[in-house]
DNA sequence: TCTATCAGATGTACGCTGTACGCACGACGC
DNA sequence: GCGTCGTGCGTACAGCGTACATCTGATAGA
């Protein structure tokens, strides 16, 4: 029997370069991006690792189209909305695909064959900006720093090495045990009395910080 | 000759975990995190791979322990001037150190085992921006924002696949050469009458929106 | 001065990775 | 019945991190 490796009904799905990063897509938000293994993959399709090399050219060429089905889960800012409501909907459709998609965070602005779902979101981006009065300098500065903070956020985010108050706790513990005790007051008390409180989310820090800059930028709008 | 690989010297300099460091930090500030291999950071050494498991752990550790050097090279906020200098000459000290480090940016904060130049540099800010009057949680507010907005616009800046104008030009052509002209007038538009303007340095963006951030906050300190 | 000890450098080996290359096999047009 | 072709597979290789056993050169004690 040649085919084996059929689905779990006798007959075989045939392999497309869909169903291949549909699945790296999702192992890696499981394992992340060191755990994606083209073997691994692999093995999650019922398919022998060099059957994947048909669909996609190699690893980096698999992560290039994973990074646009990313692109393709953010809203994009096109309702008759303001800039701002429009901006600030993006930016937290962003966020939230990217705490979806930790290992893609490092990687969205690095490709250097963008896919369609990427160009057509920053067309989006820009358009909104545009059409709402900035200029095109302005347009930049304002990319730039939105873009920065939402990126900058989610990878640090992402890199906490905890993800309940539990873990902190025992972090800390952790991170502090090899020094003297009050080597670092304000650091202590800082992670004791606000940190570690209950109740305290990191998470709910962007939207103080995304209201920060959207204000920033719409005063500088008004005085160009 | 047992001993053949010495020095350029007769006499052999002994490694220690300080020389494996350094010479870590130099290969991959070179050829980036993934062209570390413990048996190229062995071979500048002239020493066999084996012999670096004597003085770090293992890559991880290796890993932990570069880090902290890019922490000691940040500028503490010490001086006697305001937050807002302060914190404006830390954010450029941090955004060089991490142009000198690209390697370094994904990995900055997410140590599980923070070595002592990155609990002091925690502690100098929190303590800095305590002092000026920065109660807890608005010292949380103002660190996340910040430095969301720097890493992530060391982030961005560093995966742009391009260091010249003329290699921006060549990959613009590149990115949007696979779709029909005018898909994307926007960023076309933004693409080509701005970022391929000579002159335009995408690195001069971070002093803007630093300066819209550090505004924000001295704004919000002042309402508190 | 001879010898025991031991830290530090090494050599070998294993299981893992990405992927080049050639082959096998089912589907299809004639 | 027979080429032709697209798709999946098997084999193979170089390079990776690192466990484990071994070797060696310097030092300490007699």
Redesign the pocket.
């Known amino acids: 029997m ?4 059929s689905d779990t009904e006798g007959t ?1 799905t ?3 370069r869909e169903r291949v990063v549909q699945a790296a897509v999702q192992h890696a938000d499981g394992a992340g991006l060191e755990g ?5 993959v ?1 093995k999650a399709l ?6 994947l ?3 996609v ?4 060429d ?1 992560i290039d189209a994973m990074i646009d089905v990313v692109f393709s889960e953010i809203a994009l800012p096109l309702g008759g909305a303001g800039w701002k409501p429009a901006m600030r909907e993006r930016a937290l459709s962003l966020r939230d695909a990217l705490a979806r998609h930790r290992w893609a965070i490092g990687l969205m602005e690095s490709r250097l064959r963008p896919g369609p779902a990427n160009l057509r979101h920053h067309d989006a981006v820009i358009g909104k900006l545009r059409s709402a009065g900035f200029d095109i300098a302005m347009v930049a500065h304002a990319y730039s720093l939105l873009d920065g903070y939402i990126y900058g956020f989610a990878l640090t985010r992402m890199n906490m090495p905890f993800d309940t108050n539990a873990d902190m706790d025992a972090m800390a513990q952790h991170m502090f045990e090899p020094f003297p005790a009050n080597e670092y007051p304000n650091l202590a008390e800082f992670v004791n009395t606000h940190v570690l409180k209950p109740g305290y989310d990191y998470t709910e820090e962007f939207e103080y910080g995304l209201e920060v800059i959207l204000d920033g930028l719409e005063a500088a709008l008004g005085t160009d």
Chains 1, 2 share one sequence.
């Open positions: 040649p085919v084996a490796t075989r045939p392999l497309t994606l293994t083209m073997r691994h692999a019922n398919v022998a690792p060099m059957a090399y048909r669909h050219a190699n690893r980096e698999l």
